[in-house]
């Protein structure tokens, strides 16, 4: 009973502020990490606002440090003239073994680092990042395929009940 009440804290810990929902239809997703961001104060109130976009966003290591490409977060509305760059590149935090180990999958022909959704966790910002690899076309038709079937069989099943 503990357990099921640390769960529900955590859920109520995260603030959604957007997700990559092209990521799963485009690649295939092989493991996930959760890193920290750097970010400015104007950035961070942009992001309260829930403005920003991660659909053309992925991740470089550079130097042993990671770095978050093409993440859109809109100049605050309020900001002054030391209002931020929205499309600047932005540094996640992780450990060193994390970074060694996620390069090594992620330096394999074809793999790619790509965000999968960006949060608030107990009021810090957080970024989702996935090793993935692309999908063939013949692999989306394919998954499209299954899911089609899956909900014929459902709506089948709920007609038979009644």
Known sequence: MAGSKKQAKE?????SICRNKRAF??????????????LTG??????REH???LEEAYAKINAGEVWLIGSDIP???MGNKLN???KRPRKLLMHKREIEKFAGKASQLGYTLIPLRLYFKEGRAKVEIAVARGKKQYD???????AE???EIRKAMKDRRR
Not at 25 to 38: A, M, N, S
Not at 42 to 47: H, R
């Open 25 to 38: 239809h485009e690649y295939e997703i092989f493991d996930t990490l959760e890193c920290g961001l750097v």
């Open 149 to 151: 079937a899956a909900r």
């Open 42 to 47: 104007t950035e961070v109130k942009s992001l």
């Open 140 to 146: 989306k038709r394919e998954v499209k395929k299954k």
């Open 51 to 53: 403005t920003a976009s």
């Open 84 to 86: 931020h760059k929205p």
């Open 11 to 15: 859920k109520e810990d995260l603030q």
């Open 75 to 77: 100049e605050y509305v």
